[in-house]
């Protein structure tokens, strides 16, 4: 498939524990974002990767919150210390450079018991 | 608060109606997106506009972006039960990768 891939699709945690989302961008495409979306909320920017340069973190809600790209393309989104208003689905997308139309992934559901 | 505020949160209609979503702020965007996502699905991108006063007709939906850049609309004529989804616009603002997002109309087309 050349869409935008994540895993895992769904993913049940215990509070306290750590967890890993990854997400595997179109070939070529320079940027990168991450979102999460909650119940009967609209999308929540997260973070957004182009490049080589540093990051727009501006949108982690917490320091518990990190995320980083590897080689240019594949990125991980690392939730510590999971709590339950962490639950909610995070959705990745990536694009051919900032302000390109956006192509999101099927996002990983997340469920912090 | 969001931004952008989309009304009705929920919408339930019988194939064969029209339907009209509208998303509102008090922002200015230098553009505007429509998405529609399915369950399990991310969104998909439906339209963008840019012009103040544009309108867009895609097959039977038709989009319109207020002339101060603040609004938009979403119309679709002759609902079809493949309309179901969740519309969600997204405005633009001064960074041009950083979205807006509203939180969505769900749209429910009945057979």
């Known amino acids: 498939g050349a869409g935008v891939s994540q895993s895992p699709s769904n993913k049940v945690t215990e509070k306290g524990k750590d967890v890993e989302l990854r997400c595997d961008p179109i070939?070529?495409?320079?940027?990168l974002y991450w979102y999460r979306q909650s119940l009967g909320q609209g999308l929540e920017f997260l973070i957004y990767?182009?490049?080589?340069?540093?990051?727009?973190k501006s949108g982690l809600p917490s320091d518990r919150f990190s995320a980083e790209r590897t080689g240019g393309s594949v990125s991980t989104l690392t939730i510590q210390r999971t709590q339950q208003e962490d639950s909610a689905v995070y959705l990745c997308?990536?694009?051919f450079g900032g302000g390109h139309e956006q192509f999101f992934g099927p996002g990983t559901r997340l469920t912090v018991l | 608060t969001q931004l952008l505020e989309q009304s009705p949160q929920f919408l339930s209609i019988q194939e064969g109606e029209n339907l009209t979503v509208y998303c509102n702020s008090s922002?200015?965007?230098?553009?505007l997106q429509w998405y529609r996502q399915e369950p399990g699905e991310g969104p998909v991108l439906l339209v963008t506009?840019?012009?103040?006063?544009e309108v867009k007709k895609l097959k039977r939906l038709t989009f319109q972006f207020g002339d101060a850049r603040k609004d938009s609309s979403l119309h679709i004529t002759a609902a079809q039960t493949g309309d179901t989804g969740l519309y969600l616009c997204?405005?633009?603002?001064?960074?041009?990768?950083?979205?807006?997002f509203g939180a969505g109309t769900t749209v429910t087309v009945r057979a």
């Open positions: 997308a990536s694009s």
């Open positions: 070939s070529g495409h320079t940027a």
């Open positions: 990767f182009q490049g080589n340069s540093a990051p727009d």
């Open positions: 922002s200015v965007f230098s553009s």
């Open positions: 506009v840019v012009t103040g006063g």
């Open positions: 997204a405005g633009d603002g001064n960074d041009d990768y950083k979205l807006s």
